[in-house]
């Protein structure tokens, strides 16, 4: 399964990077903060005119946190945003759509924001939205640095299973969660 997700993954950013864009400019960012996380995270993003752009990101973690816990995933991440001044430089906003599934376990998510998940391991997907807003500032002609944040709705879904990393599946947990569903900090490459 992670194999095929990651084949549509790729897939997506060809097809982005494809398209004709305004000036020919295409840039690709990575986003800081998953790095910390221990994910690895890419996205592209292709102007459309002089004042709109769109985005796809997406962020992979294949592999185990640790012997006690269980922390992978894989999500995308799409984003019409609207740059009043100048595309790609200073500040946007716009809606913004994703996607993930994930397998987690002996811990809590979002920097304590869903408490009282521990011990048990949930495995699972979640879907949502919302509006975001953020600052382009460029270094030189290619770098740029970017901070964003997005406010929005997430709907998950989840298997519930007794133990970090085994069990037997005693539950089917499913959450809403409104707050904050888009962070970044962002170095960005512009073609």
């Not at 006690?68 to 740059?83: E, G, L």
């Not at 759509?97 to 304590?112: E, T």
Request: charged share 20%; glycine share 12%.
């Amino acid at each position: 399964m992670l194999k095929k997700n990651s084949t549509i993954l790729i897939l997506l950013f060809l097809f982005i990077g494809s398209l004709t864009s305004h000036a020919q400019r295409i840039a690709i960012n990575n986003n800081l903060l998953f790095d910390a996380m221990g994910s690895l995270s890419a996205g592209v993003e292709v102007p459309l005119s002089k004042q709109f752009s769109v985005e796809a990101y997406g962020s992979i973690r294949p592999w185990k946190r640790g012997d006690i816990s269980v922390h992978k995933h894989w999500s995308v991440q799409s984003q019409f945003r609207v740059w009043p001044c100048q595309v790609m430089n200073g500040f946007f906003f716009g809606p913004y759509a994703h996607y993930a599934q994930f397998n987690f376990g002996n811990r809590d998510l979002f920097f304590g924001l869903l408490k009282g998940l521990e011990p048990n391991r949930y495995e699972g997907w979640l879907v949502g939205g919302g509006i975001g807003g953020g600052y382009e500032y460029p270094l030189s002609r290619h770098w740029s640095v970017g901070a964003e944040i997005g406010i929005g709705y997430t709907y998950i879904k989840a298997k519930k299973y007794d133990c970090e990393v085994c069990g037997k599946q005693k539950d089917f947990d499913r959450y809403d969660y409104v707050g904050i569903s888009r962070l970044g900090l962002s170095v960005i490459y512009v073609f």
